[in-house]
Structures are given as C-alpha cells and as structure tokens.
C-alpha cells in the first residue's frame, strides 16, 4: 500500500483510518470481473484461478495442475501446457472461452478448440471445440477434451507426460481482440471392477416433454458463468437479461436422472419488432463444463419465444456414446445451464427482457458406479457435501454478504471509537509532532458494492 506523503496530525487522522477502514469493509469484486459493455457484465474467473502463460510448442509449455487456471489467446493462436498423468485416473481438461462484451464474434467459424496429446503427439480421447450460434453476439463458451483410462481405450493410457493443446481459430472479420481463457483440470477416479455398460438404445434424449408450471414461482439471479452459477432445482424461475447478456444456473443431477429446462421470453412492449435469428441460447454444460450437444438458439419477433432442452439420464456407460449430446451425460454433479439473449434483441427490449426458466429433474436417483476415492466434482451425487443443501445455504453468497456487512459494521463502530479517542486526545494535548496517516488502499484495487442480482443465488424454500 502508498502510504500518503502528506503528514497530518492526530485529531485529524480519526476521519482518515475510518474512511479506510470503510472502504476494506467493501466486498471487493470477485476474481475476473471487469468493466462491462453496455451494462453486460463480463465472466468471472474462479477465486484462487491460476495464471499460466501457455507456450508455442511443447518445448517450452508450462505445467499445469489441477484446477483452475487463467490465461489469453488471440486469433490463429495455439497455445501448448504441460502435465503429468497417472495411468488409472481420467483427466479432463476444459477450455472455456470469454470474449469481453461487446466483442465483435463470427457464428461458427470464431472457435476455440482443446484436445490431450501424449509425447508422441497421438492425440487422446475426444476433443472439444467451442463456437458461437447468437447472430454475433460475444458470450462464454465451454468445451473439454479428456485422457480417459479403459480396456476398450486404444491408446494413450500410460503414465506420464501429456500436453493440452488450445487453439483459437477466426475469421479476419472477427474482432482481434485477445480473448480471456479459463482452462480446468480434474480427474475422475478408476472404477471399482469392470465399467457399466452402456444404456440401452433408445434410452437417450427424445422429444421436449412439457416443461413444469404447476411449480410455485420464484426469483433467481443468474451468473456470469460457471463459477457463480446461481444455484436452481426442480421450479419455475424469474430472471432478467440485457440484451448480450449470458447468465449461469447449475442444477443437482443424480445418476439417472436427465434434464427438462425451457427458457422462455415474453412478449414485446416495443411497438416494432424486427425479425431476429437468433436470439435466445440455451445450453448445457456437465460437470467437467462439457458441452452437452450444441446449444439452441431460437429466433424471436415480438412474440413469446422458448429455447428447450430434454438430456439423457445419467449413466457411466454413456461415454461410449457416439451422440456428444447423450456422451456428456456421463457422471452425476453440477450440471450448468447457460441463458443466452443475443445482442440484437435490444429493439424488442430496450430496457431487458423478463426471463422465465422451467427447470425439472426427472428420473429416480440410482447408486453409482463404484469408485476407488472419492470423486470430487466428477461423479458426485446430490446428497454429497454441498449438493445436498438447500439453495440458500449451498455456498450461498446472500449469507456471506450477510457475514460480510456485520463485520463491517463492526470495523466502522471500531474505526468510530478509535477516533473518538484520537480525537479526544488530541484536543487536550499540545500540538505535537506531525503523525504519519493511514495508510490510503491502492489505487489498482476494485470494490463495490454487493448486489444481490449480479451474486445471490435464489433461496430454494
């Protein structure tokens, strides 16, 4: 911290700690927030997330660990990473791609692309690509590739070094901005005797059934992304977008059980509406942020318009899936749904748009496949650690603002107290030597306020 160069005396430097003292006591922003365009606020990285500076070539590709890490790619890039696999777990590596609001993006042709490759260079497992569907609309966008371990796996299933490769491909039409990338790690555990086998046929996604609406309504406000998705169940939901805006839920899933989610706009109040594409997105991520299937869009002209998704249950098995959107349907956790409202939406809804999401989860929970350790965040069932909570208190942040405006409202009554003293002092006291201030909070650092509808998931009754 700069400490000012000014010097002040003591009856003057009660109100100087206090104002510093209240402005620690703000929530700062959360890891990887940034300025927003047009009122979007922009992704936020994980707490804790890594930054890592991926290489050219392997040669000099830095080492990952696992969990969350942090890095850019501009366009025709290809960035290289290090890591070191053991010869019985699955490894998942995800890439998400967050191009800042606002960010000029082309449909399909702007992606990003991840996959494993051993030292060799035999490419492992499936890989991902990641693309955009809105009409040009920038929005985060998720995929995975994995190193998995099996009999019927024909390569790459030694120990040893392996390299993620994450490649963004454009247009030169797209913007040449640098796009924010957060990359993921984790495993999964080996299986306790031989795999499951896979579902039988036909017990995959099928038509959209009806979604929910005997449910009582209540309020959600949405994440920037996967790591402050709020948290949702089986219900209808109210939210709103801006347009260009992309808000985060996650949903408890459990062995055998499959996703039923409609995102639904109203009506338009403008009194022309234009004939937009695509302009609602709803997709689905699983646990390790896979892509389950693509996600849809759905064109809107000023009447009521529903993106839908119907998942297949839940099965170790599905993996052998040639179908990605039943192959991401493979362990139990979080599962994560994105709302899209594209950009060009704003003649229909100036002010936003009112958003209804119907979330059910369908199907009996079943037992899981048997794991050597525990799963972490793959393969965990909903009745493990947080999962298992209500909405409002699995990790909710309404309860840690909570905490937090307690405790600033203990810091003030302190900072108050103190300068009730100092103030008291200095009045009986002769003019001394000059006292050196508090210390001011740096400039570089962000705080604001907290605000329910950007942080607070929904309390779940």
């Not at 040009?136 to 299933?157: E, H, K, N, W």
């Not at 996967?226 to 169940?233: C, K, M, Q, R, W």
């Not at 004939?275 to 991520?285: I, M, T």
């Not at 950007?454 to 779940?460: C, H, V």
């Amino acid at each position: 911290m700069r400490h000012a160069r000014t010097h002040r005396t003591a009856g003057r430097r009660g109100p100087a700690a206090l104002a510093a003292l209240a402005a620690l006591a703000l929530p700062a922003l959360a890891p990887g927030a940034a300025a927003a365009a047009d009122g979007v606020p922009a992704y936020r990285t994980a707490p804790g997330g890594t930054p890592v500076k991926g290489a050219a070539s392997t040669a000099d590709a830095p080492r990952l660990d696992r969990g969350q890490h942090t890095d850019t790619i501009r366009r025709g890039e290809t960035k290289h990473y290090a890591v070191v696999l053991d010869g019985t777990s699955n490894a998942y590596f995800s890439a998400v791609a967050a191009p800042r609001p606002g960010t000029k993006v082309e449909d399909y042709t702007d992606r990003l692309t991840v996959r494993i490759e051993d030292s060799g260079g035999t490419t492992c497992g499936p890989d991902g690509t990641a693309r955009f569907h809105s009409g040009g609309t920038a929005y985060p966008v998720a995929d995975y590739a994995a190193r998995l371990i099996g009999p019927d796996v024909p390569s790459c299933r030694h120990a040893g070094p392996y390299y993620l490769v994450v490649g963004r491909e454009g247009p030169q039409t797209s913007g040449p901005e640098p796009w924010p990338v957060e990359i993921g790690y984790l495993t999964e555990p080996a299986l306790k005797g031989r795999p499951p086998s896979p579902p039988a046929a036909g017990s995959g996604s099928s038509a959209t059934p009806a979604p929910p609406t005997d449910a009582a309504t209540r309020q959600v406000s949405g994440g920037t992304g996967f790591n402050d998705a709020a948290t949702v169940g089986k219900g209808v939901w109210k939210d709103h977008l801006t347009p260009g805006e992309t808000r985060f839920y996650r949903v408890p899933v459990d062995w055998g059980q499959r996703l039923d989610l409609s995102a639904e706009l109203p009506d338009s109040t403008a009194s022309a509406t234009e004939f937009v594409p695509s302009a609602l997105g709803l997709a689905v991520y699983n646990p390790a942020r896979g892509a389950v299937g693509e996600a849809g869009f759905v064109p809107y002209q000023g009447k009521p318009a529903a993106a839908r998704a119907f998942t297949a249950p839940v099965a170790y098995g599905n993996r052998s899936a040639p179908d990605r959107a039943v192959a991401g349907m493979r362990f139990a956790g979080w599962y994560y749904v994105a709302v899209t409202l594209s950009s060009r939406t704003a003649v229909a809804f100036p002010q936003g748009a009112a958003l209804t999401l119907r979330a059910d989860v369908r199907g009996t929970p079943q037992a899981g496949p048997g794991y050597v350790s525990p799963a972490g965040d793959l393969g965990r069932t909903p009745g493990d650690d947080a999962m298992g909570r209500p909405a409002q208190e699995a990790g909710c942040p309404l309860k840690l603002v909570a905490y937090a405006g307690i405790g600033a409202g203990v810091v003030l009554l302190a900072g108050l107290g103190l300068w009730t003293v100092l103030a008291r002092r200095a009045a009986a006291a002769r003019p001394g030597p000059a006292v050196r201030p508090a210390p001011a909070l740096p400039t570089d650092q962000q705080t604001t306020q907290a605000s329910p509808r950007r942080s607070a998931p929904p309390r779940d009754g």
